[in-house]
């Protein structure tokens, strides 16, 4: 190994060879078997295997069971902030290929592992910033990382005038991390005034509040999956459940529907998907309910609606949960099932990775059986390209998302 800088060196097991010279980027504490010292927590440290060959360079977390989130495998990496500025860039220039230019002004700048920034989540709505810090690496690194978004977004013609930091997440003691969140303070600038911005996606318009709403304050991740939905909601009468601030729903009145019923158990978010309605002109032709799916469904007949959207929640968010997420998600399947006439239309998803797409279709084709229909697959799609899948990295794959006709 050409040794270009002083870091601690990492000797890492024959097994965690393995894992990362098949091409993932971590390594668990228990692979580490020596350190020739010990780093500052989300310092950086060399792995090497047993024998001495270099494997990559990453960031150290003490607390983690995840030891070392591999940031490069090139030994003469210098990581100043000349080589952030480069990776930010190329981030960036990968979502001006791959998104409509009107996306770019809501879409995911950072996607953690699959842009190089192990544990960064940095999404984008209109002149806002919104990051999660998850790793004691990128909270180390935040204050070279955070400005330098900002003037690479601003130098390519991008008007940006805060950076809010949603780090309320119980996730991040696992990192040693505390929660906290509110506006990261730029160099010389003055924060918003207001965490609450408007994006427009699909030709709809939101109110989106990055200090209090879910996540990062918006889920981006089903824009082209919205848009597709849309093109099947004409003249339908449709029923979009766990609808949260109504983005499904509003891509299909939008879309031509002749009536949308929106649902949430969430009362305020029922109230934010009206607001979203009027902004757009279309409460004349939605209803919106704050009730719990599970239970409004049996309530229903069937026919009263002619195409139906499911987006739950994540019900899994471990691999202990996974039987019991699959319950789950076949019975909330069955029960909208039983509900659609024959020719009528049908979307399901799944948020969580640990419900991997063998499985899910698996239940959907469960749930059809038992209901008594077959499903004719139209498409099936997956989270939109902002939010890119490594294939060495099976946890950037996520979403799951189906379009079918009952017959």
């Known amino acids: 190994m050409k040794q270009t800088r002083e870091y601690p060196l990492f000797t890492v097991t024959k097994k965690g060879t393995r894992w990362v010279e098949g091409g993932h980027p971590w390594i668990y504490a228990e692979e580490i078997i020596a350190k020739s010292a010990e780093p500052e927590n989300g310092g950086l440290a060399d792995a090497v295997s047993e024998g001495g060959k270099y494997l990559g360079t990453g960031l150290y ?41 009107p996306d ?24 806002l910033l919104v990051t999660q810090t998850l790793s004691a690496g990128m909270e180390r690194l935040k204050d070279v990382i955070f400005p330098l978004l900002v003037e690479v977004l601003r130098e390519d013609g991008q008007e940006i005038r805060g950076v809010f930091e949603r780090n309320d997440v119980a996730i991040r003691a696992l ?30 318009y939101y109110a989106v509040d990055v200090e209090n709403g879910q996540k990062t304050g918006f889920f981006l991740d089903q824009k082209y999956n919205r848009r597709a939905a849309a ?49 757009n002109g279309l409460e004349g032709r939605m209803d919106f309910v704050a009730a719990d799916v599970f239970e409004l ?29 699959e319950k789950g ?10 509900l659609l006439p024959r020719g009528g239309y ?51 794959d996520y979403l799951k998302f189906y379009l079918f006709q009952v017959v």
């Open 61 to 101: 977390s003490r607390e983690s069971k995840i030891g070392l989130r591999l940031v490069s495998r090139n030994a003469n990496d210098r990581f100043d902030a000349d080589f952030w500025r480069r990776r930010i860039r190329y981030a960036w220039d990968y979502r001006k290929t791959v998104m409509d230019v």
């Open 231 to 279: 093109k099947l909601a004409k003249g339908r009468r449709v029923l979009d459940c766990f609808t949260h601030t109504g983005s499904f729903a509003l891509n299909a009145a939008l879309g031509g529907a002749e009536h949308v019923t929106a649902v949430d158990v969430s009362e305020s978010a029922v109230a934010m998907a009206e607001a979203n309605a009027r902004r």
């Open 297 to 325: 469904l049996p309530t229903l007949k069937k026919g009263d609606y002619d195409f139906i959207i499911l987006d739950p929640p994540a019900f899994t968010k471990s691999r202990k949960t996974v039987g019991q997420a």
């Open 329 to 338: 998600y076949k019975e909330i399947n069955l029960r909208a099932l039983r």
């Open 175 to 204: 990192e040693g991390l505390e929660q906290n969140k509110g506006w990261y303070p730029l160099p010389g600038e003055t924060p918003p005034a207001s965490a609450v911005t408007e994006i427009c996606e699909n030709g709809v």
């Open 104 to 127: 770019l002004s809501c879409c995911r700048v950072i996607f953690g592992e699959a842009d190089g920034f192990p544990g960064l989540t940095v999404d984008r709505f209109s002149e």
């Open 346 to 396: 049908f979307a399901t998803a799944s948020c969580s990775h640990f419900m991997p797409s063998e499985l899910f279709e698996k239940m959907l084709r469960s749930a059809a059986l038992d209901a008594g229909v077959e499903l004719r697959q139209i498409e099936a799609r997956q989270q939109a390209p902002d939010h890119p899948i490594l294939w060495n990295v099976p946890e950037t």
